[in-house]
Structures are given as C-alpha cells and as structure tokens.
C-alpha cells in the first residue's frame, strides 16, 4: 500500500486538490481518510463544554487511533473509521468500515506535526495559500455546512485557528516531500501526483 499525506492549513485547498486527483482514477482504486474523523471522543462532555475545545491544536486529534489504524490498512486488513458530526463537536455512534486499497491517500491539517505518523507515509505534500485566501474559504465552509454563524467563525480565528496554524502547520510544512500552491493553477501539480497514483497502481497488477 501506497500512502499518501497530504496537509496544509485550514482552507488551504487540500480537499479539493485531493478531489481533483482522485477524479482521475476509478471509484475504489484510491482510498480516504481524513484527519478529521479522528477528532477525541468527547462523549463524556457536554455540549457547552465541547464548544470551548481547540479543535486546531494536536491535542484534540486521537492521533494514536488514527496511526493504529494506518497500520492495520498497511497490514491489509479493515478498520471501523470513526464518523464526527461537527454540529455536535463529537463522533457519532456509527462507524463507517473502510478495507485496505492500493495508494491511499491521509488527508489534515495536523497529520505531519506528528513524528510517527508521518513515518507511515510514503509521500508528503503541503498545500499551501495566503493567509485571507484561506480565511475566506474557512467561512464559506463554516458557514453553509457547518452551522456556524459569522461571529463564532472569526472568532475562532484570531483565537485559534491562525496561533495554532503558525504553531504547528506551517512549520510542518518542511517535512514535506512536495509544496502545492493554490492561490494559483496548480494542473501541473496535479498531473504530477496523478501520473505517479497511476505508475504506482500498475506496478501493483
């Protein structure tokens, strides 16, 4: 199994680099996972307390879950991928099981701050953008599929999520194999991660 990181700060464009990549293989032939179904389990809390976590420090990320789950993909056998509802700022009682692939790619803000994990992959890439590039993607997102309002979105933002992005994101960016910027096109980029996906899942016929 091939396995890609791919990470970046919040907006930064990864999910939808991450989209257009896929979009040139069949359905099933790359596999998923997002660091964010891998928030902690905050079943314990309750609902105001759970609004007052820092989502964006490592902290709030069950990295070790998501780490045994890589290997045990690796090892080619299933896991029961945790499913987080960020209305409720928890997981939800279903898991969602997800079998081994060829190349799969991790796809999070966080992923390369941690040592072990990032031993896993066999590639990097960073997605990079500016600052208020990022800031008004982050509030469409919020906004339109998250439920949150204005004030609580900017709010976050000066509190958390740029301290936490200069903290721990960007300096992760130098464990990166490859730099994407999406602030402009980037096909040349794509078509690189897409011919090398391709070389990798013939060689494994």
């Given at each position: 199994?091939?396995?890609?990181?791919?990470?970046?700060?919040?907006?930064?464009?990864?999910?939808?680099?991450?989209?257009?990549?896929?979009?040139?293989?069949?359905?099933?032939?790359?596999?998923?996972?997002?660091?964010?179904?891998?928030?902690?389990?905050?079943?314990a809390l309750s609902f105001e307390e759970r609004c007052t976590i820092n989502y964006d420090h490592p902290s709030a990320i069950?990295?070790?879950?998501?780490?045994?789950?890589?290997k045990?993909?690796?090892?080619?056998?299933?896991?029961?991928?945790?499913?987080?509802?960020?209305?409720?700022?928890?997981?939800?009682?279903?898991?969602?099981?997800?079998?081994?692939?060829?190349v799969l790619i991790v796809e999070g803000i966080l992923i390369f701050s941690q040592?072990?994990?990032?031993?896993?992959?066999?590639?990097?890439?960073?997605?990079?953008a500016p600052d208020d590039q990022r800031l008004i993607r982050r509030m469409g997102r919020d906004l339109t599929e998250r439920g949150r309002d204005l004030d609580e979105v900017l709010a976050r933002y000066q509190d958390t999520l740029k301290p936490m992005h200069d903290q721990f994101i960007a300096p992760s960016k130098k464990h990166a194999d490859l730099v994407i910027p999406t602030?402009?096109?980037?096909?040349?980029?794509?078509?690189?991660?897409?011919?090398?996906?391709?070389?990798?899942?013939?060689?494994?016929?």
């Open positions: 199994m091939l396995i890609i990181g791919v990470a970046g700060g919040t907006g930064s464009g990864k999910t939808t680099l991450v989209q257009k990549v896929m979009a040139n293989f069949p359905q099933g032939s790359i596999g998923l996972i997002a660091q964010d179904a891998y928030y902690n389990d905050n079943s069950d990295f070790e879950l998501l780490t045994s789950h890589l045990t993909l690796k090892n080619g056998q299933g896991i029961a991928q945790p499913v987080y509802d960020f209305k409720t700022h928890n997981r939800v009682d279903q898991t969602q099981w997800t079998m081994p692939t060829k040592l072990e994990l990032r031993s896993i992959m066999d590639v990097k890439v960073f997605v990079e602030h402009r096109p980037n096909s040349r980029a794509i078509d690189l991660l897409t011919s090398f996906i391709a070389q990798e899942l013939n060689q494994s016929k």
